[in-house]
């Protein structure tokens, strides 16, 4: 018999919880000038980031802080949204206008979206496993969604 995507035994927060602590990580950035909410990968823990994305209706910018890890020269994240259904705004946003920019640790870099396919993905999903920690099963999170969560390569732009 073929488990259902809902059949899991992970489990998230309600979804106010997680807007909550979305909104609290925004304001601690924004209260401290940055100085808190933002952090560099490690072997074993992600980063963290701010991203700039130009808004597909608006054209307005929109802001993010979304986890990482880097490959190479690449950023690596994970295009979804508190593991509900519907993909992220900022994701939306990339699809329709690719260039945007980061604020890192170190500084701004700007930066061209695509999504990582194939053995490149499966790669990049299995860094994000080995970075997620014992107490989290990334695999059990991805099948409460019902499609494959994307993963997203920022390529720096001169």
């Known amino acids: 018999m073929t488990e259902s995507p809902r059949a899991s035994s992970a ?3 309600p979804r106010w919880f997680i807007r909550t602590a979305w909104v609290v990580h925004r304001a601690l950035y924004r209260v401290t000038g940055g100085r808190f909410g933002l952090r560099r990968p490690t072997d074993t ?3 963290m980031m701010r991203l700039h994305t130009v808004g597909r209706r608006t054209g307005k910018e929109r802001v993010a802080i979304v986890a990482y890890f880097e490959d190479g020269p690449d950023l690596v994240t994970m295009a979804m949204n508190g593991w509900d259904e519907p993909p992220p705004a900022w994701w939306l946003n990339l699809q329709a206008h690719p260039e945007a920019r980061v604020d890192l640790p170190g500084g701004e870099r700007r ?5 990582a396919a194939g053995a490149e993905r499966e790669r990049l999903w299995d860094v994000f496993r080995g970075l997620e920690g014992a107490n989290v099963d990334l695999d059990a999170l991805a099948r409460l969604r019902s499609r494959e969560t994307p993963i997203v390569v920022l390529e720096p732009l001169p």
């Open 11 to 13: 489990r998230i927060p």
């Open 45 to 47: 823990v992600y980063g």
């Open 111 to 115: 930066v061209r979206a695509r999504r």
